[in-house]
T-cell receptor, first 111, second 115 residues
Framework: DAKTTQPTSMDCAEGRAANLPCNHS???????VYWYRQIHSQGPQYIIH???NNETNEMASLIITEDRKSSTLILPHATLRDTAVYYC????????????FGSGTRLLVRP | GAVVSQHPSWVICKSGTSVKIECRSL??????MFWYRQFPKQSLMLMAT?????????EQGVEKDKFLINHASLTLSTLTVTSAHPEDSSFYIC???????????FGSGTRLTVV
């Protein structure tokens, strides 16, 4: 199963774009990349997911490299409420559909 | 959107007693639900996969006799922590596959404190 590597922590200024990288060099062709975030003492919140193509929704954009070995989550205009731990997850390939969380990136948005 | 309701949000129990945590999918049917545990400043750790109408599948190292999971309907899964001890104190979170684009929705979590 593909594992992910993320920076332990990052920070950005409020109003600026936050770019969160994720390395998943062992990903297989049919494995999806999911991004979730968790604000302290709450359940994880879905952000976006993708397979091969770049994806965009009202929260964020997901850029996946052509070789699929890495991806970047982009929060276009970060606010203080975006301060959270962001998890990049490659879904387990088997029929269990499990999501295995790594250690994530702690994003701090500065005023 | 898909909503998962988890109850209670927090519970304090005495050592040796059992505690039941409920996870309900409010506006969709969830054939598969997942239970996680999270210790302070750590990531979520998957405990088990709960499938409606069948036995749960536990991750390696998780005691199935201690953490009883029941998924008797398409909208309800329960986790019972039996004979709880202080080391079971943790944040327990459930999630469900929404079936739409293979998304997953998480509950708000249950803070268990065993005294």
């Amino acid at each position: 199963d593909a594992k992910t590597t993320q920076p332990t922590s990052m920070d950005c200024a409020e109003g600026r774009a936050a770019n969160l990288p994720c390395n998943h060099s062992t990903i297989s062709g049919n494995e999806y990349v999911y991004w979730y975030r968790q604000i302290h003492s709450q359940g994880p919140q879905y952000i976006i997911h993708g397979l091969k193509n770049n994806e965009t929704n009202e929260m964020a954009s997901l850029i996946i490299t052509e070789d699929r070995k890495s991806s970047t989550l982009i929060l276009p205009h970060a606010t203080l409420r975006d301060t959270a731990v962001y998890y990049c997850i490659v879904r387990v390939r088997d029929s269990s559909y499990k999501l295995i969380f790594g250690s994530g990136t702690r994003l701090l948005v500065r005023p | 959107g898909a909503v998962v309701s988890q109850h209670p949000s927090w519970v304090i129990c005495k050592s040796g007693t059992s505690v039941k945590i409920e996870c309900r999918s409010l506006d969709f049917q969830a054939t598969t639900m997942f239970w996680y545990r999270q210790f302070p400043k750590q990531s979520l750790m998957l405990m088990a996969t709960s499938n409606e109408g069948s036995k749960a599948t536990y991750e390696q190292g998780v005691e199935k006799d201690k953490f009883l999971i029941n998924h008797a309907s398409l909208t309800l899964s329960t986790l019972t922590v039996t004979s709880a001890h202080p080391e079971d104190s943790s944040f327990y979170i459930c999630s469900a596959m929404t079936g739409v684009g293979y998304g997953y929705t998480f509950g708000s979590g249950t803070r268990l404190t065993v005294v």
